[in-house]
């Protein structure tokens, strides 16, 4: 079995200053995660993944992660936010493979304010 | 690049219709998944396939719903007797059988579906 909990159902920010969006996940087995974004009216775009590799995920458009096993997150940063980082945030654990159905967290709809 | 497709973009049906949502997945793909989205609320599972089978149906996925592949590159997921409640955004999604270990899952733009 596995959850997703993103911590924050809205983020607020300021253009330029750093981004926080939290993500605690529960699996029975070694996960894969994710982080998707999706824009108004559009599809869900994979903005970076982890899948045991290294612990420090980097991503598109300057968004990393970390994977932490002893807290089980998998928070999501970017050092400065830009306008068009305003968007909802998915974050997704899978079983180790990605053959199973992939388990969404409820979203963390991130403004950024000029 | 290779990627999953579905038409149509925009479904509006009248309840107690049948609708049919088609995707091609990327073409060396071997699985198969359905997931979708009521608007305001998260990327929920229906149903995946593989070899010609479902192989994982979450509760959603009732007896209003089927899948099917038709033919060598469609993938369809119809819906018997619409409701109100099935108005929502439906995306497909199709992964590879590679050999690394983790073979993501490739999602396509999504089918919005309204239901008058």
Same mark, same amino acid.
């Not at chain 1, 994979?46 to 290294?54: D, G, I, N, R, V």
């Not at chain 2, 479902?54 to 009732?62: A, G, N, Q, V």
């Given at each position: 079995?596995?959850?997703?909990?993103?911590?924050?159902?809205?983020?607020?920010?300021?253009?330029?200053?750093?981004?926080?969006?939290?993500?605690?996940?529960?699996?029975?087995?070694?996960?894969?995660?994710?982080?998707?974004? +999706?824009?108004? !009216?559009?599809?869900?775009?994979?903005?970076?993944?982890?899948?045991?590799?290294?612990?420090?995920?980097?991503?598109? !458009?300057g968004?990393?992660?970390?994977?932490?096993?002893?807290?089980?997150?998998?928070?999501?940063?970017?050092?400065?936010?830009?306008?068009?980082?305003?968007?909802?945030?998915?974050?997704v654990?899978?079983?180790?493979?990605? $053959? $199973?159905?992939?388990?969404?967290?409820?979203?963390? $709809?991130? +403004?950024? +304010?000029? | 690049?290779?990627?999953?497709?579905?038409?149509?973009?925009?479904?509006?049906?009248?309840?107690?219709?049948?609708?049919?949502?088609?995707?091609?997945?990327?073409?060396?793909?071997?699985?198969?998944?359905w997931?979708?989205?009521?608007?305001?609320?998260?990327?929920?599972?229906?149903?995946?396939?593989?070899?010609?089978?479902?192989?994982?149906?979450?509760?959603?996925?009732?007896? +209003?719903?089927?899948?099917?592949?038709?033919?060598?590159?469609?993938?369809?997921?119809?819906?018997?007797?619409?409701?109100?409640?099935?108005?929502?955004?439906?995306?497909?999604?199709?992964?590879?059988?590679?050999?690394?270990?983790?073979?993501?899952?490739?999602?396509?733009?999504?089918? $919005?579906?309204t239901?008058?």
């Amino acid at each position: 079995a596995q959850s997703v909990t993103q911590l924050d159902s809205h983020v607020s920010v300021s253009e330029g200053t750093p981004v926080l969006l939290r993500c605690n996940y529960s699996s029975s087995y070694s996960p894969s995660l994710f982080w998707y974004v +999706q824009h108004p !009216n559009k599809g869900l775009q994979l903005l970076l993944k982890y899948t045991s590799a290294a612990t420090l995920v980097k991503g598109i !458009n300057g968004f990393e992660a970390e994977f932490k096993k002893s807290e089980t997150s998998f928070h999501l940063t970017k050092p400065s936010a830009h306008m068009s980082d305003a968007a909802e945030y998915f974050c997704v654990v899978s079983d180790p493979t990605g $053959r $199973r159905a992939l388990t969404f967290g409820s979203g963390t $709809r991130l +403004q950024v +304010q000029p | 690049e290779p990627e999953v497709t579905q038409t149509p973009s925009h479904q509006v049906t009248q309840m107690g219709q049948e609708v049919i949502l088609r995707c091609v997945p990327i073409s060396n793909h071997l699985y198969f998944y359905w997931y979708r989205q009521i608007l305001g609320q998260k990327v929920e599972f229906l149903v995946s396939f593989y070899n010609n089978e479902i192989s994982e149906k979450s509760e959603i996925f009732d007896d +209003q719903f089927s899948v099917e592949r038709p033919d060598g590159s469609n993938f369809t997921l119809k819906i018997r007797s619409t409701k109100l409640e099935d108005s929502a955004m439906y995306f497909c999604a199709s992964r590879g059988s590679g050999t690394a270990m983790y073979n993501e899952q490739f999602f396509g733009p999504g089918t $919005r579906l309204t239901v008058l």
